[in-house]
């Protein structure tokens, strides 16, 4: 019938089950490389990857991205990561709660605190909802269900031109944000759902009370190749076809943002699947980088994966910090260790 929660689970089933990465379009991490140093004056153990966001300390500077919410399987999806962020110190994001406004009784399968009562948790909702009947008040709603940190707005617009009658005016809405920025009694983080935040976008956003930025780049998963599997009509199909590579990859939005806020918070994600990646994007500039595909997949198989997955990408990043003889984050942000290669 068409109804938000089956959107949810054809979310989940075509993003574990179906190729819905972009082809063409990349991060553009390819084109930085590590200079290598051979004699990085360091002890492995000494590396420190922990790091400060929005006040409480994380122990690795990654990001379970928001994703899901609404039925039995996102529940079980959202308990095992929450779990794992409070293990392993991450932040995480759940997916987009307005499944939740709309129906209360779902909002247990989004909130996860007791699970991850140290983590940092984002809640999440579209910031195009704002002109659809959202106000403050919802949002507050959810950021307390949820005990979250802050507020995630996610900008989709591609997305919800793909969608079949999805909710395309976009109008006006800068100054909603303002006006929640204002109000909201947590910080609000802006993040695109994998096209990308340019630097001047950033800026508007920031100039409007926006806290922290996730540019949720172009290269990994493309919401306009998701929406274009569950098109009814040839019409979105094709559209979704058409605009699947979309977007400004994550390198160039990392280095678009930087260059006009230095200071911003900022989140790396899009398309990163490793931790040689999540380094890449922390030397140009991130504080800390979120991933939303590999997390899922490892989700859906287990506890035990999403260990490994998580042990693995720590591993990845310290030895990036290793071999290019930096001891901390901060070490790594500010000195020249990355190679152009194109
Ligand atoms: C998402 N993403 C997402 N983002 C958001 O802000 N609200 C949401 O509700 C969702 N829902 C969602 C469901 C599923 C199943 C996936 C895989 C992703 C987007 C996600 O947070 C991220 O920005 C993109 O997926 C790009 O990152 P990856 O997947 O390339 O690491």
Known sequence: ????????????????EDDVQCHR????????RFIHCGLPELSYDQIDIGTQFLGKTLQ????????????EQARIINQRLAVTAQKFGLAMGVGSQRVAVERPELANTFNV??????????ANLGAVQLNYSYGLEHCQRVVDWLEADALILHLNPLQECVQ???DTDFSGLMAKIETL????????IAKE?????????AQKLINVGIRAIDTAGAGGTSWARVESERAEDVKQRRLGQTFADWGIPTADCIVGVRAIAPEIPLIASGGLRNGLDVAKTLALGANIAGMA???????????DALDTLTDILIAEVKTALFCSGQRNLQDLRHNPVLQRID
Request: proline share 5%.
């Open 1 to 16: 019938s068409g109804t938000i929660q089956d959107r949810k689970a054809d979310h989940l089933r075509i993003c574990l």
């Open 25 to 32: 379009t990349t991060t553009g991490l390819e084109r930085y």
């Open 60 to 71: 690795a500077p990654l990001l379970i991205s928001s994703m899901t919410g609404g039925t």
């Open 113 to 122: 605190r007791t699970y991850a009562p140290d983590a940092v948790l984002l």
């Open 164 to 166: 079949t009658r999805g």
């Open 181 to 188: 920025c204002a109000q909201l009694q947590v910080p609000v």
């Open 193 to 201: 759902v994998g096209n990308g935040i340019s630097g001047s976008l």
């Open 293 to 303: 595909l590999p997390f899922l997949k490892a989700a859906d198989h287990s506890e």
